[in-house]
């Protein structure tokens, strides 16, 4: 019943390997999002895909990489991963991507990413 | 991520008090001014939501206060319970335009 879900929900992995986060949403939304937030509690916004398009790509190292497979998934691949990977990544789904103001942004349990 | 400004960082206010956030913005062109709600160990959640046409918007405890000319919008929350406590997120949109702001975060305590 779970609308937004990620795999794994905990992940510690140690630096120099490659890890991926899997995401899925059963809402039959349009466009998808992936964010990081930092121990400070900072969300910033990485990767939006509407209908399998990527829309948004922020500056982010290009050890990571979205893939959507079709609508209702997207998933992060990280290679190389480094320390200052080590944060909470959200996946979110909305209905579409600012066709109207009111496109509210359903998120994710998070997946907790630690490298030691 | 400048074009937002939240403040306080940090808010702890007694049971049955207001608790005040606000959030500042740059971009005239923001046209949806959402609030979101994340409570430890899981994603922000929707809470509350203002068009610019209206400068106050109630649901139940939450109010949201909207300025146009100072660009800025604020959250009241009325009779603050413990079950408040959470971290607040300010995160105005723009229809149409392909960026995502979240303001830095409250995180509100509410003391019994």
């Known amino acids: 019943d779970t609308a937004v879900s990620q795999t794994p929900k905990y992940l510690v992995t140690q630096m120099g390997n490659d890890k991926s986060i899997k995401c899925e949403q059963n809402?039959?939304?349009?466009?998808m999002y992936w964010y990081k937030q930092d121990s400070k509690k900072f969300l910033k916004i990485m990767f939006s895909y509407n209908n399998k398009e990527l829309i948004i790509n922020e500056t982010v190292p290009n050890r990571f990489s979205p893939k959507s497979p079709d609508k209702a998934h997207l998933n992060l691949h990280i290679n190389s991963l480094e320390l200052g990977d080590s944060a909470v990544y959200f996946c979110?789904?909305?209905?579409?991507?600012?066709?109207?103001?009111?496109?509210?942004?359903?998120f994710g349990p998070g997946t907790r990413l630690l490298v030691l | 991520q400048q074009q937002v400004k939240q403040s306080p960082q940090s808010l702890i206010v007694q049971k049955g008090g207001i608790s005040i956030i606000n959030c500042a913005y740059e971009?005239?062109?923001?046209?949806?001014f959402p609030w979101y709600q994340q409570f430890p160990g899981k994603g922000p959640a929707l809470l509350i939501a203002?068009?610019?046409?209206?400068s106050e918007k109630k649901e139940g405890r939450f109010t949201i206060s909207f300025n146009k000319s100072a660009k800025q919008f604020s959250l009241h929350i009325m009779d603050s319970q413990p079950g408040d406590s959470a971290t607040y997120f300010c995160?105005?949109?723009?229809?149409?335009?392909?960026?995502?702001?979240f303001g830095t975060g409250t995180r509100l305590t509410v003391i019994p």
């Open positions: 809402l039959g939304h349009d466009t």
């Open positions: 995160a105005p949109l723009e229809t149409g335009a392909n960026n995502l702001f």
């Open positions: 203002i068009r610019p046409d209206v």
């Open positions: 979110a789904s909305s209905q579409g991507f600012r066709r109207v103001p009111e496109e509210t942004q359903y």
């Open positions: 971009n005239t062109a923001f046209d949806y």
